[in-house]
């Protein structure tokens, strides 16, 4: 009797072992499937958004509208490969489904920021308060975009520092679009002396800007006389430009105005002390 029951004992635990064994081959070989899966799938989203990228740069759709839709697909994709992935290693998909479903407030929650920044890269394609190639100016940063993705703004700074902005924040905020016309007004400020002749010193700055080679024609090129202040008047000089010789132009025009000035021999005043010594010792003994 004992040595049936050993023998039974003995054959249940040959066959739960043959089970698990069975069991973890299994698995492992899912594991490499998996694997497998993963890096043909990821090679196959890099063709697909290789390709949908090629397709927008050929149509006329936007560059912004191009990256956002293939940032979108790159997600969506991605998505697809991990629930394929997690059936083959045998996580069931309904219930995975099932239970993103039932935690759908907490990863509300969680991703309100994304959702947000989402929803305010849409509308930044919709209504274009630049595209791509613009240098804007923002309380979170200034630069030239380079990118519009699903959640973010990539902006180059003058320092060619990269910028990201998340597209929530950059859609409730002011923006001032730089390079949005393709004209711009230089606007240089400078002071001359009280003792000097204001008509003169108009009429040099002037013939400055009329006759500067990246000067356009414009009926805002003037000199006027900004502001009275104690010490000294300011000038503010202006002129029109192509956006794209705006800092040539500035530059060039601001280093000129000295030269200018010096030739018709008005005074650019600058900060200085006078210090009066009283000899009160000679005096006393005198």
């Known amino acids: 009797m004992n040595q049936n029951m050993m023998l039974a004992d003995a054959t249940f635990s040959e066959a739960m072992v043959e089970k698990y064994m069975d069991k973890t081959i299994d698995f492992g070989i899912n594991i490499l499937i998996a694997l497998a899966i993963f890096v043909i799938g990821k090679y196959v989203i890099k063709f697909i ?36 992935i997690c059936d083959k290693v045998g996580i069931q998909t309904t219930s995975f489904i099932a239970l993103l479903t039932s935690a759908g407030l907490a990863i509300g929650l969680a991703l309100q920021g994304s959702l947000a920044n989402f929803a305010g890269g849409v509308l930044i394609l919709i209504m274009k308060p630049f595209v791509l190639g613009d240098y804007i100016r923002t309380d979170l940063g200034e630069g030239e975009v380079i990118n ?40 240089i400020r400078v002071s001359i002396a009280y003792d000097s002749d204001i008509k003169l010193a108009r009429e040099a700055l002037t013939d400055l800007i009329n006759s500067h080679k990246l000067v356009i024609d414009d009926e805002k090129n003037k000199v006027v006389v900004a502001e009275l202040c104690d ?40 900060n200085q002390l006078d210090v009066h010594l009283n000899q009160i010792g000679a005096k006393n003994n005198g």
């Open 49 to 84: 958004l290789k390709f949908t990228k090629r397709l927008f740069d050929r149509s006329s759709i936007d560059d912004a509208v191009g990256n956002f839709i293939n940032s979108l697909l790159r997600v969506i994709l991605y998505g697809v490969l991990i629930i394929i």
């Open 231 to 270: 010490s000294h008047i300011l000038l503010e000089v202006r002129a029109m430009t192509k956006i794209d010789d705006y800092w040539d132009a500035y530059f060039d025009i601001n280093e000129n105005i000295k030269n200018r000035l010096d030739s018709v021999g008005v005074v650019i005043p600058f």
């Open 148 to 187: 519009i993705d699903i959640f973010y703004t990539t902006l180059v700074t003058l320092e060619n520092l990269k910028v990201k902005i998340p597209n929530g924040k950059l859609a409730d905020v002011s923006i001032t679009n730089v390079t949005g016309n393709d004209k711009r007004l230089i606007r």
